[in-house]
């Protein structure tokens, strides 16, 4: 057998086990692990069935695999998965030291495998592992399709059994009744929620969320009990777009959330709008926090003219879309793993001069708020002094023309 054969014949077998989540009604993702070129364990998403949001198809045939062979490490093991691997997963896999991946299914607009990468290329995990994808990604892909879809049709919610909200025909006339509304969350201090967005969670009929543990959480520091938490995450916007598009249709208030800040910036909530926009709904997006304009607005760099850029690629084109950046007469500014942002710095100095004035934002709102201001070479220096730094960071850097 081929080695191409080889992954097509085990990724057959992680698409059977797909198959068997969606009539159970999970999410249709299954797993397969290889050892020495024979199955060692299976599994599939068992969320529904479980009610545990954690029992994600790797997750399962990990523990499986653990069990089979009574060690926790795996490193003689191939993963054959259907869709690329979340955070989550990620970190399982890393965890359990496999030093092979291949997945079907990718999605190209979110770059979700983009946290695989960052987990991977991270020096301090000591851990490689060499990715493929693109095996039986068609039928990988399809299966997903074909289930949110068939939830669509049938006008079934997210959790089996649950019931549709009533439709009412008088709710369109009302602002934020029978809409999309984005509400912003806190990015780290929960007294900066704002009363309307509290308003508009406990009456929802649905709080779409990019993590319903993260949101459930937050709800629950609000008093707030949710009459419904459905998930939308970079795995499954595109399907879950239309489900909440009909949803409204029948007349639910469905309030979108993320994780922190605004909805849809460098967030999941792009192809819901979408979505709404092309279905002649109402879509509204209340005022809030914002990593993008409190760094902004402290800074001390100019603000009449921003242009941002989200996340810079991880690989293929970073540097033309950083020397594209750094060549605008506008202050930059753009997110940044903590666990990258010397690269990043060093990058700038690199390509816009030492002289570039840079601005490191980073844990904005928290107890550890700090802002790093100075020249390229200056915080390069401040970087290497402190050993990097910790929490999510919003780098600005000023124009060229002002720099």
């Not at 020397?323 to 060093?346: G, H």
């Amino acid at each position: 057998m081929t080695v191409d054969a080889s992954h097509e014949h085990f990724m057959e077998l992680a698409i059977a086990e797909a198959r068997s989540a969606a009539e159970a009604g999970d999410v249709p993702v299954g797993c397969v692990i290889v050892k020495n070129n024979k199955v060692i364990a299976t599994g599939s998403n068992e969320v529904e069935r479980s009610t545990d949001p954690t029992r994600h198809a790797e997750i399962v045939a990990i523990e499986r695999a653990v069990q089979t062979i009574g060690d926790k490490f795996l490193d003689d093991c191939t993963l054959y998965v259907t869709l690329e691997p979340c955070a989550m997963c990620a970190g399982a896999i890393l965890l359990s030291r496999i030093p092979k991946v291949v997945f079907g299914a990718a999605d190209e607009k979110t770059g979700a495998v983009r946290s695989v990468f960052e987990l991977l290329e991270e020096p301090k995990l000591n851990h490689k592992c060499v990715v493929r994808t693109g095996i039986l990604a068609d039928e990988c892909g399809d299966i997903l399709s074909s289930f949110f879809a068939a939830q669509v049709r049938a006008g079934r919610n997210d959790t089996p059994g649950a019931e549709r909200p009533a439709s009412d025909a008088g709710r369109n006339d009302v602002p934020g009744k029978r809409a999309l509304v984005l509400v912003p969350t806190p990015i780290g201090n929960l007294d900066d929620i704002t009363i309307r967005a509290i308003k508009t969670l406990r009456d929802a009929d649905v709080v779409l969320c990019e993590d319903t543990r993260r949101t459930g959480q937050l709800l629950r520091l609000l008093g707030i009990s949710a009459k419904r938490l459905l998930s939308n995450h970079e795995h499954n916007e595109r399907e879950r777009a239309l489900y909440v598009s009909q949803l409204i249709s029948d007349g639910a208030t469905v309030a979108l959330v993320s994780d922190a800040g605004m909805p849809g910036i460098s967030d999941p909530g792009y192809r819901t709008v979408q979505a709404c926009i092309e279905a002649g709904l109402r879509v509204e997006a209340l005022p809030g926090a914002s990593a993008l304009t409190v760094a902004a607005a402290a800074s001390g760099l100019p603000t009449d003219a921003l242009y941002f850029v989200g996340f810079a690629p991880q690989k293929k084109g970073r540097r033309t879309f950083l020397e594209n950046a750094l060549n605008t007469d506008a202050t930059v500014v753009m997110f940044e793993s903590p666990y990258r942002i010397q690269q990043l710095i060093d990058e700038i100095a690199e390509i816009g001069g030492v002289n570039r004035r840079v601005v490191i934002a980073r844990e904005l709102s928290k107890k550890h708020e700090e802002y790093i201001r100075g020249t390229a070479s200056e915080v390069q220096q401040r970087l290497a002094r402190t050993n990097g730094v910790k929490g999510e960071c919003v780098v600005l850097i000023a124009a060229k023309e002002s720099a």
